[in-house]
């Protein structure tokens, strides 16, 4: 007598089961690898050949210090100030700034390291004592013993740090929508503070991305042109720089900045844009409290980068300023 067993096999479905996780596994070991070959392997293609057309027509000075060889320009006569720009951005932003200060003053324009065309040495660590000791290499290789400083975003940030540990190399300050309260950064930066997905994301970054994040520092669409975002890009695409922007981001200890505000002697301005979507107005007003005698002006319907969104308000302000 045959018997014929109908109870159907489970053993395909127990296979396939056993399959299905290797499966997975594998496809996560690839994608693993593939982020971490993005990450720390792969590099980016950078702007080849760009011809900086502000850099046609201003003149272009380097000086060499163990720090970095800095790129800067030297505008106007009188009493010295020296400009410092934001993260991810280079003296060019202070393109509309540099003639009207210069009627009274000698102005420094300066690429501090992973801006511009200034190179670092190798060994650079991008944090903000490290920042702020490139602002003093630049100060000694430039003979000025004391100065005005202006500094935008982190820019002002690597200034207050210079300021508090110097103060009699400073007599006036300008902080424009400047963190350095201990308070939360910038959220449009927070993606890059994240280990391997920060790498990943700079490296991924493409023009059409830098121009979407610059276009919201400022209110007044119709400034960010063409050839302002083609001037800043041409240089932030080298994988060097990427690089550098990742570090600043995770080097943004604010706490020691925020501690020595009450210190600061030198006579400040702090300017902000009312809009600015990157740091709230309400930093500019802790910082009229707790700086010494500091003054404050609210850019209306400008934004985070307020001395490009709106010279025309701003030139003004800064001029008085340091005029004195």
């Known amino acids: 007598m045959v018997t014929v067993d109908e109870t159907p096999s489970t053993s395909g479905k127990r296979t396939r089961r056993r399959r299905w996780p290797r499966w997975l596994a594998g496809a996560v070991t690839l994608l693993v690898v593939a982020v971490l070959f993005i990450a720390y392997v792969w ?3 950078a702007v080849e050949g760009y011809r900086s057309p502000y850099l046609s027509r201003v003149r272009s000075l380097y000086v060499d210090t163990d720090v970095a060889r800095f790129h800067y320009t030297k505008t106007g006569h009188g009493t010295p100030v020296v400009l410092v720009a934001g993260g991810a951005q280079w003296l060019y932003s202070y393109r509309d700034t540099i003639p009207a200060l210069a009627r009274n003053h000698t102005v420094y324009a300066v690429d501090l390291p992973s801006q ?55 007599d006036r300050l300008v902080l424009m929508d400047s963190p350095g309260l201990d308070k939360e950064p910038a959220s449009q930066t927070a993606v890059f503070d994240v280990p391997v997905v920060g790498e990943v994301a700079v490296k991924l970054m493409r023009r059409t991305d830098f121009e979407t994040s610059l276009r919201s520092a400022f209110a007044h669409q ?32 604010f706490g020691p900045i925020d501690e020595g505000l009450g210190r600061i002697t030198a006579s400040t301005l702090v300017v902000w844009g009312r809009d600015d979507q990157w740091l709230p107005v309400s930093y ?36 008085d300023f340091l005029d004195g």
């Open 43 to 45: 590099q980016p293609s």
């Open 222 to 253: 119709e400034r960010v042109t063409v050839a302002v975002v083609d001037e800043t890009w041409a240089w932030l695409s080298r994988p060097e720089r990427r690089e550098a922007f990742v570090e600043l981001v995770r080097g943004q200890e």
């Open 116 to 170: 511009g065309y200034t190179e670092a040495a190798e060994d650079f660590s991008y944090t903000i004592p490290a920042m702020a000791d490139a602002i003093g290499a630049f100060l000694d290789a430039v003979g000025l013993e004391k100065t005005s400083l202006v500094g935008h975003s982190w820019g002002g940030a690597w200034s207050l740090s210079f300021v508090e540990r110097h103060p009699e190399r400073v």
């Open 284 to 319: 500019a007003h802790e910082y009229g409290r707790r700086i010494p005698d500091a003054e404050v002006t609210v850019v209306p319907g400008a934004g985070h980068n307020v001395h490009e969104d709106d010279p025309a308000r701003v030139n003004p302000l800064l001029v």
